[in-house]
């Protein structure tokens, strides 16, 4: 079992900034691909940024590249979400979650773990 809890939501201003952190316990952390996704009122969960165990690999879907950046920090078993540049069309319910393989995906279906989600409002 994975447990996942989601921090650092808000409201901002578009043009602004925020750092989500997701903090992981229970099974090995380090051995786990991580991702980001988010939904919106009314749409689907879509995914948004993911890395691999190493911190090597990422992969961003295309409207956050450039202005989210994913990272992860073994030794405190924490994953988190830089976003800059924040726009009102990135108002969702960001969930971290957790891939029981080492390697990346952008497909929820892969993630075996989630977190309880975190609000990010942006207002224009």
């Known amino acids: 079992q994975v447990q996942l809890v989601e921090s650092g939501g808000g409201l901002v201003q578009a043009g602004g900034s925020l750092r989500l952190s997701c903090a992981a316990s229970g099974r090995t952390f380090s051995n786990s691909a991580m991702g980001w996704f988010r939904q919106a009122p009314g749409k689907e969960r879509e995914f948004v940024a993911a890395?691999?165990?190493?911190?090597?690999?990422?992969d961003y879907r295309g409207s956050v590249k450039g202005r989210f950046i994913i990272s992860r920090d073994n030794a405190k078993n924490t994953v988190y979400l830089q976003m800059a540049s924040l726009k009102p069309e990135d108002t969702a319910v960001y969930y971290c979650?957790?891939?029981?393989?080492?390697?990346?995906?952008?497909?929820?279906?892969?993630?075996?773990?989630w977190g309880q989600g975190t609000q990010v409002t942006v207002s224009s």
């Open positions: 979650a957790a891939n029981s393989r080492p390697t990346i995906s952008s497909s929820s279906v892969m993630y075996n773990y």
């Open positions: 890395i691999s165990w190493s911190g090597w690999s990422t």
